[in-house]
């Protein structure tokens, strides 16, 4: 699941019980509160969100 904090920035989250602790261990995550794997595909939405964001929010490109 993904999460907005109060920024408008994504925060990775735990589908199974929302906590945003993540662990993150080679290319897996895992939560810290429940220890549920978080899926590819929510990690997948997570890093296509904060892509989104960072391209709002860069600073203009010089030139
Ligand atoms: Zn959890």
């Not at 993540?22 to 995550?29: C, E, F, N, Q, W």
Request: glycine letters at 8%; proline letters at 6%.
């Amino acid at each position: 699941m993904i999460f907005i904090n109060p920024r408008g920035a994504p925060e990775l989250a735990c589908d199974h019980c929302g906590c945003r602790w993540v662990d993150r261990l080679k290319g897996k995550a895992y939560c810290y509160e429940c220890g549920e794997e978080i899926s590819e595909e929510a990690i997948a939405e997570f890093q296509q969100a904060a892509t989104e964001f960072a391209a709002k929010h860069a600073p203009p490109a010089a030139g």
